[in-house]
Structure formats: C-alpha cells, structure tokens
C-alpha cells in the first residue's frame, strides 16, 4: 500500500521533547503505539482530532507537524 | 506485532484449521439422511473453534495485558471496517452462488454446504484483510 501523501516530523519533535517515546505519545494523544507508529511512518493519515492533539502535545501548529504533498487539487 | 494483530492471526489459523478438518471429514454423499451428522460435525467444530481462539486469546493477552485491554483506537477501528467491507462481498457472493445453485438441482445440504464454505472463506478473507492493514497501512 503506497504512503499517504501527509508527510510529518513527529520523529523530530519527539527527539527535540526529551526523546519522548511512542508510548508516551500515545497514550497523551490516546491512541495505540502502533498507530503512532503508523502516523509516523507515513502509512496512516489521522484523523484532524488526533492531528490537532499531536500539535498540542509539542505546543506547535498543525502545518509544523503535518505538511500535504500530493497533487495540487487546483491543478486537476 | 500489536495484540489486535496478533489476534487476527489467532482468528484466520484457527478458522483453517478447524474448516479444513471440518470439509476434510464430513459425510460427502449430500442425500438429506447425512444432515444430522453435519450437524453433529458443525457443533463439534463450533466449540473446538471458539476453545481454540479462546485459550490462544488468553495465552497472548496475558503476556501483554495493558495491550489486550486497551480499547481500539481510530486506526484499529477503520481496520476493522475495511476488513469486515471485504469480507462482507466475499459472504454475499458465495452465498448467492451457493442458493443459485439450487436451480441446477442441488439439494437443501449441498447448498448448506455452499454457504458454510462462503461463510469461511469470509472469515478467512476478513482475518487476512486485518492483517495486512495492520502490516502494510490502511
């Protein structure tokens, strides 16, 4: 299955807040470990709540976490 | 491998093994006389699947009970929807393949045994949908 087209840098932000783990951000966002993990990795677009709780955990705007790469919808 | 996966796996070993002692050993002549003796055969199956998931279920849930118990989150759900979406076809088709069959003079147990089979392979194909969410990304 291709990655979706949300590219993020949670990995980043974990490692700038004191190496906090998936675990630890798992349970502050309540989803499973696994589902972070998926987020992470690319192969799993949350959905806008869950986004917008990531983005609160790291105290940063959503478009700092989140960022679309796919096709430009104007261009079609 | 999260519990829920592992689960899946649980689910879809258990399923074929079962299925296929069950479709290996039940009475093939499909008269209507050998209807209690499929019926004495689903039982038996019946309980050794849902001995077989439950003690399987046990044994993974206790190694990781804080994941066992946690509920499905968003991702794990839409999971479950993909999967059962898929299986839902699977049933559906094998199902009306099975009851058309009846126009072509196949009896009230070979039918039975059509939508048993469509039945399975929708638990199968449900299982195996799981997974490969879970693997690959939904």
Known sequence: ?76 | MSFREKSAWISLISILLVSVFFFLHVPWSLRPSTSPELVHALLVCAIALVVIEGVAHLVVARRAPLDARAPKDERERLIDLKAVRASHYVYLAGSLASVSTLHIGANGVAIGYGVLLAFVVAGVVNNAAKIVYHRRGV
């Open chain 1, 1 to 76: 299955m291709a990655k979706t087209p949300i590219a993020n840098t949670i990995r980043r932000l974990r490692f700038d807040a004191d190496e906090m783990t998936q675990q630890q951000l798992a349970e502050r966002i309540g989803v499973t470990r696994q589902t972070v993990n998926a987020i992470e990795l690319g192969k799993y677009s949350p959905s806008l709540e869950v986004a917008f709780r990531i983005a609160a955990v790291f105290e940063v705007p959503l478009e700092q976490v989140f960022s679309y790469h796919g096709e430009d919808p104007s261009k079609r």
